[in-house]
C-alpha cells in the first residue's frame, strides 16, 4: 500500500518495489529512525519490529487468497510469538514502517497504516466495537505513535500527527497536530521539526 500525495493512506496501489528493495528500504528506515542501531547485520538480526513487518508482508498476501486465510492466521500467530508484536494479516500496512521496540504493539484487523509512520512499543490501533465492518484506525502518512499509546474505533490521525506516550485517542486527529492526554486532547499548537514533545515519553 503506498500513500497518496496527501497523506491518506491508499489502497490497491501497485506501485511496489520488488522485496529486496523492500528490504532495503525498510533497513535503511531502521537506521534514520533508531540512533541505537550500529549495522545492517543487527538491524537484520536483532530487530523483532522489522521481523514483524516482514512476516505480516507475507501473511497479507496469503490472506488475499481465502484458501490460505488459516496458515496466514497462524504465520501472525507465530510472528506474535517470536516478536511480542500481534499485526492481523487483513490490516494494511505502507512502505517504511517502522515499530522501534515493538513488544506489545497491537494492529487490528481493518487497521490502515500508511507511509514512513513510527510506532513505539505498546502502541494499538484498537477497535472499540465488535460489528463487523471498519472498526479500526486510518492513520496517514508520517505519523508518530509513541509508547503506550491506544488509538481506537475507525478513527483517522492525519498525515504528520503525532501522538503522545500513553495518550486515548478516541476521535479524528487532523494532520500536524500533536495529541497528548487522557482522552487524547489536541494541543493548540502545530507538530514541527523542532517540537519539543517527543511521542516516546510524552505523557
Not at 486465510?69 to 500496512?93: F, M, N, Q, V, Y
Not at 515499530?99 to 490501533?125: C, F, P, R, S
Not at 505513535?145 to 479524528?172: E, H, S, T
Not at 486527529?173 to 487522557?182: E, N
Request: positive net charge; proline residues 7%.
Amino acid at each position: 500500500m503506498a500513500g497518496a500525495g496527501d497523506g491518506t493512506p491508499r489502497a490497491g496501489d501497485q506501485r511496489h518495489p520488488g522485496w529486496r528493495a523492500r528490504l532495503r528500504e525498510d533497513l535503511r528506515a531502521a537506521a534514520e529512525q533508531d540512533p541505537a542501531a550500529r549495522s545492517r547485520a543487527e538491524l537484520l538480526l536483532a530487530y523483532p519490529g522489522l521481523h514483524a513487518v516482514w512476516l505480516h508482508r507475507l501473511a497479507q498476501r496469503w490472506w488475499r487468497r481465502p484458501l490460505l486465510r488459516l496458515p496466514a492466521r497462524l504465520l501472525s500467530h507465530l510472528g506474535r510469538a517470536l516478536t511480542g508484536i500481534e499485526i492481523h494479516p487483513a490490516a494494511r500496512l505502507g512502505r517504511r514502517v517502522f515499530i522501534d521496540h515493538g513488544m506489545g504493539v497491537v494492529i487490528g484487523e481493518t487497521a490502515e497504516v500508511g507511509d514512513d509512520v513510527l510506532l513505539y512499543h505498546g502502541a494499538t490501533l484498537g477497535g472499540r466495537s465488535s460489528r463487523g465492518g471498519k472498526r479500526h484506525p486510518t492513520v496517514e502518512n508520517g505519523v508518530t505513535i509513541g509508547a503506550g499509546a491506544r488509538v481506537l474505533g475507525p478513527v483517522r490521525i492525519g498525515a504528520r500527527a503525532r501522538i503522545g506516550a500513553n495518550a486515548v485517542v478516541v476521535k479524528d486527529i487532523p494532520a500536524d497536530s500533536v495529541v497528548v492526554g487522557v482522552p487524547g486532547r489536541v494541543l493548540d499548537r502545530p507538530s514541527g521539526p523542532d517540537d519539543d514533545v517527543d511521542p516516546a515519553i510524552h505523557i
